[in-house]
T-cell receptor, first 109, second 114 residues
Framework: QKEVEQDPGPLSVPEGAIVSLNCTYS??????FMWYRQYSRKGPELLMY????GNKEDGRFTAQVDKSSKYISLFIRDSQPSDSATYLC?????????FGTGTSLTVIP | GAVVSQHPSRVICKSGTSVKIECRSL??????MFWYRQFPKQSLMLMAT?????????EQGVEKDKFLINHASLTLSTLTVTSAHPEDSSFYIC??????????FGSGTRLTVV
């Protein structure tokens, strides 16, 4: 079983929709949880960084962590065509990073 | 599923020495491998893209003579930090692509140059 599981999609939504992206994990030692956005031919850009269960909001983005279920989510409200990208979840314990494979999102105008 | 093994996970070296980091795809052939650098709580910075059997493509600002990348086979890419200095201390992370659009990341190497 992989440490981090993420549905690769692709996911296609109309502009203005609420997008829900999810990852599950198996290692209860993970302490830090991150979401990255990656545009084509670019490096992943850090969107959200959290180290506790609960919700963290930043503008249109909300990161949710449920450690009891080993499940994290990223919600995008009022999605825009510029949100079209690959979204990667990542988790960290100690010096080790574990990434999901990324979910490809397309927001259709 | 696709697995990428990166090692060492942690290395401490003296200033002026060279360090080699390996990135190996265990159960698939990686047509393309990527090397990233990450500072604490920062985005991953793409350093270079390597295709098997050809020279790596370096991003602007990355010194190709300092960060040597070799992608000699479809399952192995190496990053050598030459003449390392304390400012090279960082996390280095590789990822590999099977060509289908998904990325598989290594677990990272924490380099400390003293």
């Amino acid at each position: 079983q992989k440490e981090v599981e993420q549905d690769p999609g692709p996911l296609s939504v109309p502009e203005g929709a609420i997008v829900s992206l999810n990852c599950t994990y198996s290692n209860s030692a993970f302490q830090y949880f991150m979401w990255y956005r990656q545009y084509s031919r670019k490096g992943p850009e850090l969107l959200m960084y959290t180290y506790s269960s609960g919700n963290k909001e930043d503008g249109r983005f909300t990161a949710q962590v449920d450690k009891s279920s080993k499940y994290i989510s990223l919600f995008i409200r009022d999605s825009q065509p510029s949100d079209s990208a690959t979204y990667l979840c990542a988790m960290k314990t100690g010096n080790q990073f574990y990434f999901g494979t990324g979910t490809s999102l397309t927001v259709i105008p | 599923g696709a697995v990428v093994s990166q090692h060492p996970s942690r290395v401490i070296c003296k200033s002026g020495t060279s360090v080699k980091i390996e990135c190996r795809s265990l159960d698939f052939q990686a047509t393309t491998m990527f090397w990233y650098r990450q500072f604490p709580k920062q985005s991953l910075m793409l350093m270079a893209t390597s295709n098997e059997g050809s020279k790596a493509t370096y991003e602007q600002g990355v010194e190709k003579d300092k960060f040597l990348i070799n992608h000699a086979s479809l399952t192995l890419s190496t990053l050598t930090v030459t003449s390392a200095h304390p400012e090279d201390s960082s996390f280095y992370i590789c990822s590999a692509s099977q060509g289908s659009g998904g990325y598989t990341f290594g677990s990272g190497t924490r380099l400390t140059v003293v």
